[in-house]
C-alpha cells in the first residue's frame, strides 16, 4: 500500500494539521532509508519487529531523546494500523511494542499578570498585521483552540450576534466557542481593517496575510514568541503553551474539569487532565493559606 494513500487518509478521514501530516511522512520516510540502506529491503509493509527494533537501536545512538523516537514509533503504529484497516497486513509488527520510558515534561503556562500585560499594555503596531497579531493571541487565550483550528477558521464561523465561534477539531469534531465582549469587539475592528487587503474580500478564510492569503501556523507561532518575548522569560513561547495558560487559568478559578474539557475539544477526560497540576498547586497554596491548621 503506497505511503500516499495512507497521507490522504490523514488529511481526508483523519483531517491532521500539515503539520502533523508532515511529520508523519517524514518519519516513515526515515524508517524506509533505514532498511534500504542496512537490510536491503525497500518494502516497510512486510517487516518484523526485530528490523524496527534496530532502528530505535540506531536513533538512540545517534543521540535522539525518547521522546523524539517515541513520536516516530508512533507514527509507524499509526501506518501499521491503515494497512490492517484496509486488510494488507494482519497483524501490526509493532503490536506487543512497549514505548520508552521518559521524564514526565511539564509545560510551564503563562501567568494572569503576562497575559494581562500583553493584552493590555503592550502597544501593537495601528496598522492591518498589528490587528491580526493581537487577535490571534486574544482568540488564543479566550477560546483554548488549537493553532491548526485557528489557521482553518473561515468568516461563516463567527457568529458576532451570539457571540460564538465555530470551529472544526481533529476527526472533523465540530464544537461551538463562547466569546469574550473583548474578543468580539476586536474581531470587528479587525474585519474592518481586513476589507481593505488586497484580495482579501474574496478568501472565506477569517485570518490573512497582508497579501490576502490564508495564514499559516509558522506565522502563528512567530506571532506568540515575538509578543511574548518582550514579557515573559519562559523558554518556551508557543500557541500550544497559550491553549495551556487558557485550561490552567480556567481550572485555576474554579472552573469544572468536564467544561475545560468540552471547550478544548477533547475526546477524554484523561487528555484534559494533564493541566491539571497547576491548578492542584493553587489549591495547595489556598489550602494553606486558609487551613486554620496550618502554622503561620
Known amino acids: 500500500m503506497s505511503v500516499s494513500a495512507f497521507i490522504a487518509y ?12 508532515k511529520a508523519y511522512e517524514r518519519d516513515i520516510g526515515e524508517f524506509s532509508t533505514f532498511c534500504e540502506e542496512h537490510h ?54 509493532l503490536v506487543k511494542h512497549r514505548a520508552l520510558k521518559t521524564e514526565k515534561k511539564v509545560e510551564v503556562p503563562f501567568s494572569e499578570r503576562e497575559m494581562d500585560t500583553i493584552l493590555s499594555e503592550i502597544p501593537f503596531p495601528d496598522d492591518f498585521e498589528g490587528m491580526r497579531d493581537k487577535l490571534i493571541i ?34 472533523n469534531k465540530e464544537r461551538i466557542l463562547p466569546l469574550l465582549p473583548s474578543s468580539v469587539e476586536l474581531i470587528k475592528d479587525y474585519l474592518a481593517r481586513r476589507s481593505e487587503v488586497e484580495n482579501g474580500a474574496g478568501s472565506i478564510y477569517l485570518f490573512l496575510t497582508e497579501n490576502g492569503l490564508k495564514i499559516y501556523e509558522t506565522l502563528v507561532y ?19 503553551i497559550l491553549r495551556h ?12 474539569l468536564n467544561s475545560v474539557k468540552e471547550l478544548l475539544g477533547h475526546s477524554s477526560l484523561a487528555s484534559t487532565q494533564v493541566y491539571t497540576h497547576n491548578s492542584i498547586a493553587e489549591l495547595k497554596k489556598v489550602h494553606q493559606k486558609a487551613h486554620p491548621r496550618n502554622k503561620k
Open 10 to 21: 490523514l488529511k481526508l478521514e483523519k483531517n491532521y494539521s500539515p503539520h502533523t501530516i
Open 40 to 93: 536491503d529491503t525497500s518494502s516497510i509493509t512486510d517487516v518484523g519487529y526485530s528490523l524496527i527494533r534496530n532502528w530505535i537501536v540506531s536513533l538512540s545512538d545517534s543521540g535522539m531523546s525518547n521522546r523524539s523516537i517515541n513520536r516516530k514509533i508512533s507514527s509507524l503504529q499509526a501506518y501499521y494500523k491503515f494497512l490492517m484497516k484496509v486488510g494488507q497486513i494482519a497483524v501490526s509488527p
Open 138 to 171: 486574544e482568540l488564543l487565550y479566550a477560546s483554548g483552540m488549537r493553532r491548526a483550528e485557528m489557521v482553518n477558521l473561515k468568516i461563516n464561523d463567527v457568529d458576532l450576534n451570539r457571540g460564538t465561534l465555530k470551529v472544526l477539531g481533529k476527526r
Open 245 to 256: 495558560t487558557f485550561a490552567t487559568h480556567l481550572l485555576n478559578r474554579g472552573a469544572d
Open 222 to 240: 512567530r506571532v506568540i514568541n515575538k509578543y511574548f518575548s518582550l514579557v515573559s522569560p519562559k523558554v518556551k513561547k508557543s500557541p500550544h
